[in-house]
């Protein structure tokens, strides 16, 4: 079992709508929840970060924890063709220092 | 200063040749990492430094070999790299084992 498991897509949404993007995690003591941003050719940026179950905002980017369930997601609104790129979840282990990433979900917002 | 600079960002090199990598943070961050992307597919980690010691290696093979001169500064020293070793290799940091990463931009990396 991956330790970090998203569907690789492509996932497709018009514009102005909202976008789905769904990770598990395997290790239930995870504590951090990443969500980065990579366009092809570029290095990944930080997005969202959740530590707590819940949902957390910012902006039209919604990050969703269950930590029973050992669930994150990412909502996206108003889905905008510059929103087009892989999204890679990532979750940090329990113990040490290390971030583990999913494969990473592509996202294509067409006009 | 909220950024990790990585040099160069483009690299070609053949597999008999020595070259180094360099990452440079000043935000203060006390954990840097190296890691290695190849085309569709995630980050994969190599190294971390914690407080300047090598705390993580997920065994890489010793033609790479890490140094961390001090807190601000991570290098990447290669030598007698092969061709499958052509990547994207990126250099992180991060405040503390709870926050997230900050990337750099990555040297592109070409073992001919």
């Known amino acids: 079992q991956k330790e970090v498991e998203q569907n690789s897509g492509p996932l497709s949404v018009p514009e102005g709508a909202i976008a789905s993007l769904n990770c598990t995690y395997s290790?239930?003591?995870?504590?951090?929840f990443f969500w980065y941003r990579q366009y092809s050719g570029k290095s990944p940026e930080l997005i969202m970060s959740?530590?707590?179950?819940g949902d957390k905002e910012d902006g039209r980017f919604t990050a969703q924890l269950n930590k029973a369930s050992q669930y994150v997601s990412l909502l996206i609104r108003d889905s905008q063709p510059s929103d087009s790129a892989t999204y890679l979840c990532?979750?940090?282990?329990?113990?040490?220092?290390?971030?583990?990433f999913g494969a990473g979900t592509i996202l294509r917002v067409k006009s | 200063d909220t950024e990790v600079t990585q040099t160069p960002k483009h690299l070609v090199m053949g597999m008999t040749n020595k070259k180094s990598l360099k990452c440079e943070q000043h935000?203060?961050?006390?954990?840097m990492y190296w890691y290695k992307q190849k085309a569709k597919k995630p980050p994969e980690l190599m190294f971390v430094?914690?407080?300047?010691?090598?705390?993580i290696n997920e065994s890489v093979p010793s033609r790479f070999s890490p140094e961390c001169p001090n807190s601000s500064l991570l290098n990447l020293h290669l030598h007698a790299l092969q061709p499958e070793d052509s990547a994207l290799y990126l250099c992180?940091?991060?405040?503390?084992?709870?926050?997230?990463?900050?990337f750099g931009s990555g040297t592109r990396l070409t073992v001919v």
């Open positions: 959740i530590y707590s179950n």
């Open positions: 992180a940091s991060s405040q503390d084992r709870t926050y997230g990463y900050t």
């Open positions: 290790d239930r003591g995870s504590q951090s």
């Open positions: 990532a979750v940090k282990a329990e113990y040490g220092n290390k971030l583990v």
């Open positions: 935000m203060g961050h006390r954990a």
């Open positions: 430094y914690s407080y300047e010691k090598l705390s």
